[in-house]
């Protein structure tokens, strides 16, 4: 070619860049100076300003930083459809699997944030399932409501068990909380299973109630939470956000101020959740907030009640279909505290350290990206 577009220089760059790292194995200081010439480089021709996961700096800087005691990966709301319907949905799971096994050194666990069917059929499932299986590392399963309203859990239950347990793992108390429970909307209009799962499915449709924890599942959480010392780190799993975010959408917890107060004892807590498909973070009290990436569409950001701490991520390339999707990790350090690796398929990744959401803005704030959104 005569002459090379900047997209395809940039890509060229972005290649080398790559098989450098390879190459590199130990990283030798000149080879670490080339490598991180060359990320700089390539930042500055598209005008980014690369996320700290991205940064080679942080190899070096490693050492001397907070290391993660283990490593958590997260895969979540996947919207499978059969087949028939929907295959891109399927390829994208299957994606964020293979990326996950490909991690060296392996997680020491997945976890699922809910959602895997888009209408809770048997065979949407199963499928799901039949991909999950494929996790080399060991599998921690969270339920969504497109799970669960078309029978009410049974089919979801019978792969994968309760909705809601717990667990310690190295000193962490982990707990996985059914967060979308629903009034009952769907008996005294006599509607079928199917006419609940569609109901549900809206997000905003009037006639559903706004997800909640409920009188029972807050019962369950303090029973379990009784034990636990205060000092002890807790991580709740939860597939709606556990905090009011913007109703319309349900994108709420309805009894999201009770459950925080059941946690108020403790000294360090995280929720991570799904539901929201975006990069989306908070902070309230004692508690920090992270929103799980999606691999089937990115929602965009509500009109109002965003939380100040959230750096949004651009509006989703429509011509992409992976765009402003990913997966992702959750790095947790000795403290209990969480780093958590926002793995943004088609852009670069972005790390949310955990001292940026406990010094609620004040310290290591994400760079947010300088791209002009479509």
């Excluded at 101020?257 to 929201?276: M, N």
């Amino acid at each position: 070619m005569a002459h090379k577009s900047i997209e395809t220089k940039y890509y060229e760059e972005r290649a080398s860049f790559f098989e450098d790292l390879v190459r590199m194995g130990a990283l030798s200081r000149r080879g670490f100076l080339h490598v991180a010439g060359v990320s700089a480089g390539i930042a500055a021709a598209k005008g980014l300003i690369v996320p700290q996961s991205f940064q080679l700096i942080e190899i070096a800087q490693a050492a001397e930083a907070a290391m993660p005691a283990f490593t958590i990966a997260y895969v979540s709301d996947s919207h499978l459809y059969p087949r028939s319907v929907n295959d891109r949905f399927i390829r994208s799971a299957v994606k964020a699997v293979d990326e996950v096994n490909a991690l060296d050194p392996q997680p020491d666990f997945v976890l699922f944030g809910g959602d895997l069917a888009q209408l809770g059929r048997r065979e949407e499932l199963d499928l799901g399932g039949q991909i999950l299986k494929d996790l080399k590392a060991p599998l921690k399963m969270m339920v969504g409501e497109h799970d669960w309203f078309l029978d009410m859990g049974e089919h979801w239950q019978s792969l994968f068990g309760s909705p809601q347990y717990s667990f310690d793992h190295k000193g962490v108390h982990f707990v996985t909380l059914m967060s979308v429970n629903e009034k009952d909307f769907w008996t005294a209009r006599g509607m079928t299973p199917e006419e609940r799962m569609h109901t549900v499915a809206g997000l905003d449709n009037g006639v559903q109630s706004r997800f909640e924890v409920g009188p029972d599942g807050r019962k369950w959480l303090q029973n379990d939470l009784a034990a636990i010392d205060k000092t002890t780190p807790v991580v709740i799993f939860s597939h709606s956000p556990l905090y009011k975010y913007y109703r319309n959408w349900n994108f709420w917890t309805e009894d999201a101020d009770e459950v925080q107060a059941i946690l108020a004892k403790f000294d360090t807590v995280s929720v991570i959740h799904g539901h929201t498909h975006q990069l989306l973070l908070n902070h309230i009290g004692n508690i920090s907030f992270y929103g799980l990436l999606s691999t089937a569409w990115p929602w965009p950001y509500a009109p109002e009640g965003l939380p100040k701490l959230t750096v949004q991520m651009n509006r989703a390339d429509p011509f992409n279909a992976f765009d402003g999707c990913g997966d992702g990790q959750l790095n947790v350090l000795a403290s209990g505290m969480i780093d958590k690796v926002y793995n943004l398929w088609n852009r670069n990744p972005v790390t949310v350290r955990s001292s940026y959401l406990s010094s609620n803005g004040a310290k290591d704030r994400p760079p947010a990206t300088t791209l002009a959104s479509y």
